[in-house]
């Protein structure tokens, strides 16, 4: 039998709180103003790129719940050295898909969606392998959700074609990115 520790049923209670919360109200408590609003902005974008609701919110709130689970793991230092070597390559990966993305929104004929997927691909094994000690299957799948529907190329077209009825909500996410990049920055220096 193992010992009892506080700070561990302290952590059993963060992340299964986590698991119960996912609506915007409580993640706009949880997250800074500039993620909960490219959360609401990405909601919107994918509800108007898929015309389903149900599964756009789907897709919002196991991101959210994936978000937070992971802050709640760094927050109380359960990551051992390798991983957080590989936090910080998931973090580099991540910013530079972001820039890329942004690149996309701004210079003309820049979309190239095998690139995108594979760097998406790429953060969903970084991701996974981060948290797979840590968290459940059921989370695990949410990872996994998560990525496979900003992959899919019917998505990734509609969302980057030149003409989109959707840039005007993609250049708001692509200005949320830049102010998330540039804090990122200067928390780094």
Partial sequence: MSEFRAKDIGLRVQKKLASKIS?????????????????????RLCKNVTGNKKESEKVIKNLIKVVVK??????????DHDEMV???????KFQMTCMTIISFYQIDFSYDRSFITKSLLD???????LVERHLTDKTL?????VFEFFREPTFLDA???????HRELLGKITKDLNTILEVSEEEAS
């Fill in 23 to 43: 609506n915007k109200a409580v993640a706009k408590t949880m997250l800074d103003d500039a993620t909960s609003q490219i959360l609401d902005n990405l909601y």
């Fill in 70 to 79: 992971v802050g709640i793991l760094n927050r109380n230092e359960q990551f």
């Fill in 86 to 92: 590989l936090a910080a390559k998931f973090q580099r």
């Fill in 123 to 129: 953060l969903k094994a970084m991701l996974s392998s």
């Fill in 141 to 145: 799948a949410r990872v996994e959700h």
């Fill in 159 to 165: 969302v980057f074609a030149r003409n989109s009825e």
